[in-house]
């Protein structure tokens, strides 16, 4: 059968062992990561993107993927031991589990919500599998049109569902298209907006720009206060094991969780910090006993970190079967793979199927490595989060400035990324959100070059993208998305005019 | 107060949106019977341009209904957080323009102790040796273990 044949490939890539080390590696940082707040998933995968390049394709996925979901596993402990969320996806976690620390159950909390992320990410896996060749084979009658629209959809939906005004978001994501022109143009190769830098030739390139963005500028935003010390929970952690009841209590959240966000990873923007807050008012609602969330609940740990790591996994389908990315974790997984010479999209499965079985399967290991990393080793994370912040912060700016020379031994690149940093600093004091930015800058391109085809085919005609029904639905939807915040005004306004 | 913010960055925004517009606009929009370089940074140049008029209308707007009791953060939240910023900005390019001079491991090296020194202050001990750490380490790491060709100063660090 196909499908063992897949698994065979997957497991047989997955654990060639340099393969196995390297996702080793990736989901030890991503839990340290996760720990250490103030350095989020999207960030350390930016810091991280340089040393992706002396490694092949299938490493570098490996690798930067490990790093991601291996974050949702570490910002929990943080959560719950410290009330600081490591990143945003375990915001959530810290409302009841920080509740069951100081009751003295941190251990359970942790037990629990360690074994409900290694669900949800092997259930989203396991979806992954199944559902990648059909979806694969669906995309394959795509044409230019449909990408575009695909595209254009997968742009509406983050800035739709990204927090703050729409309005702010669709700027950022106007910004990004138009940092996505600067460089030689594909179609006639001359040069735009470059001001006679031979260096922008490229574009901006992916990896300052995010290193920028999102590492400068985080500890930009993090030194504007003093930085005391912080306190780690005193409460010794006895008893690592959940009860049976908790057991007991966590099957129906956990299982809950999965689903929330296997589909909601999978729709463009969905990401996975909004499965955890939908499974947590899910769980609540649903609940006997909504006076307990809150209190230190054992469902209102479950459900959450079930649903971030489902909604991690769920992110990679439309990137590894479409190769559209979701939201700017796999903006810039799509980037990094673009580096590395692949082309994501539905052939992405035909022509390189050992990247993708090889991700799949070390997949399922890095999940497997991850519950044994987070289970017996806590105490070795609560040491981590002793380091103190002004300890940290130079460490990540030279991270940050090695990594950026390090792509083409070029010091252009560094200050590429320091401007961005500072631009990054300000959109996010000014309150705009630079997901969409990230997305547009790499979709910018590869909308342009899709649209000029679809062109091409329809001989200058634009009804060609309304004409061909999948495109037209995509579009349709779009639209509708786009113009919903005025149709909700519109609607305001007839009712209470009557 | 926050429309101060809003028109602030509206009306920046307005001018990066025209100067990609005009740019892109002498890049020519036809090309070969599809689209030339100029379409696509002129049209999103236009939407940002749109939007940001948008939005400096509605940050306008609410200056004249402006709820005050919803008080926004200040900008800087501690009095010297600017100097904070602006040293941490300066010692990077100061890290960039010195790297060419004086090599990776010296210019690591003064870069850590400023930092360490000079944002937070650490005691004296603390800042040594962490900078000494750091940079012989990386040092190794990078140049030795990864062999990056990092800058080599006139020292040949």
């Known amino acids: ?498 | 107060m926050k429309r101060n913010r809003d028109l602030i960055s509206s009306l920046s925004w307005i001018v990066v949106g025209l100067l990609f517009c005009v740019r892109g606009g002498e890049y020519g929009f036809l090309h070969l019977g599809t689209l030339g370089p100029g379409f696509f940074p002129f049209t999103a140049g236009l939407i940002l341009v749109f939007l940001s008029l948008m939005l400096l209308f509605s940050s306008i707007r609410r200056k004249i209904g402006d709820d005050e009791s919803i008080r926004e953060k200040r900008f800087f939240p501690e009095r010297n957080s600017w100097k904070r910023l602006l040293l941490a900005l300066l010692s990077l390019l100061a890290y960039i323009f010195c790297l060419k001079y004086l090599g990776f491991l010296i210019t690591t090296f003064l870069f850590m102790m400023f930092l360490l020194r000079f944002i937070e202050p650490q005691k004296w001990v603390t800042v040594l040796v962490a900078a000494i750490l750091t940079s012989t380490i990386s040092y190794i790491i990078f140049r030795l273990w990864l062999e990056v060709q990092l800058p080599r100063g006139i020292l040949g660090l």
Request: hydrophobic letters at 50%; one cysteine or more; aromatic letters at 10%.
């Open chain 1, 1 to 498: 059968m196909d499908l063992l044949n897949n698994l065979y490939m997957a497991f047989h890539i997955a654990m060639e062992p340099s393969n196995l080390f390297i996702c080793f590696i990736g989901v030890l940082i991503g839990t340290l990561v996760g720990v250490l707040p103030g350095l989020g998933p999207v960030a350390s995968i930016s810091l991280l993107l340089p040393i992706t390049f002396t490694l092949t394709p299938v490493q570098a996925i490996i690798i930067l993927a490990g790093i991601f979901y291996g974050t949702q596993y570490g910002g929990s402990t943080t959560s719950i031991l410290v009330n600081i969320p490591g990143e945003a996806a375990s915001v959530v976690t810290c409302l009841d589990g920080y509740q069951m620390a100081k009751k003295g159950r941190a251990g359970p909390a942790l037990g629990i919500s360690a074994f409900g992320s290694f669900f949800g990410g092997t259930f989203t896996v396991v979806m992954l599998m199944l559902l990648a060749p059909p979806l694969v084979g669906f995309a394959l009658r795509f044409g230019p049109p449909e990408k575009a629209s695909l595209m254009f959809f997968g742009l509406t939906m983050v800035t739709y569902l990204s927090g703050g005004s729409m309005i702010k978001a669709l700027m950022m994501a106007s910004f990004g298209l138009l940092l996505g022109c600067i460089g030689n143009d594909v179609m006639t190769s001359l040069p735009r907006f470059t001001f006679g830098f031979l260096q922008l030739g490229d574009g901006l390139g992916i990896v300052p720009v995010v290193m920028g963005l999102f590492g400068i500028s985080e500890v930009f935003l993090n030194i504007e206060q003093s930085l005391g010390k912080r306190e780690v929970v005193k409460t010794r952690i006895k008893d690592l094991f959940p009860t049976r009841q908790d057991w007991k209590d966590s099957a129906g959240p956990i299982a809950r969780g999965s689903l929330i966000g296997f589909f909601i990873g999978l729709i463009p923007g969905g990401g996975n910090i909004i499965p955890s807050f939908i499974s947590y008012a899910l769980e609540k609602r649903i609940s006997k006993h909504p006076e307990r969330f809150g209190t230190g609940e054992i469902r209102g740990v479950a459900a959450p970190e079930t649903a971030n790591n489902a909604g991690a996994g769920g992110t990679f389908i439309p990137l590894l079967t479409l190769g559209i990315p979701c939201n700017a974790t796999m903006a810039i997984l799509l980037g990094a793979l673009i580096m590395h010479g692949v082309t994501p999209g539905p052939l992405l499965l035909k022509n390189h199927p050992d990247l993708f079985w090889g991700v799949v399967g070390s997949m399922y290991l890095g999940n497997v490595m991850l519950l044994i990393l987070n289970l017996p080793l806590i105490g070795l994370w609560v040491q981590v989060l002793r380091i103190p912040y002004p300890l940290l912060f130079p460490l990540i700016f030279l991270f940050c400035l090695v990594g950026a020379y390090s792509l083409h031994n070029s010091i252009f690149d560094m200050i590429i990324m320091i401007i961005f940093g500072v631009i990054g600093y300000f959109t996010q004091k000014f309150q705009y959100d630079a997901s969409p930015l990230v997305l547009a800058f790499v979709l910018g391109p590869l909308l342009e070059e899709a649209l000029s085809q679809s062109l091409v085919l329809s001989g200058g005609s634009i009804i060609i993208f309304f004409i061909r029904p999948i495109s037209a639905i995509f579009l349709i939807i779009s639209f509708f998305f786009l113009l919903s915040p005025v149709l909700l005004k519109l609607s305001k306004i007839v009712s209470t005019a009557k």
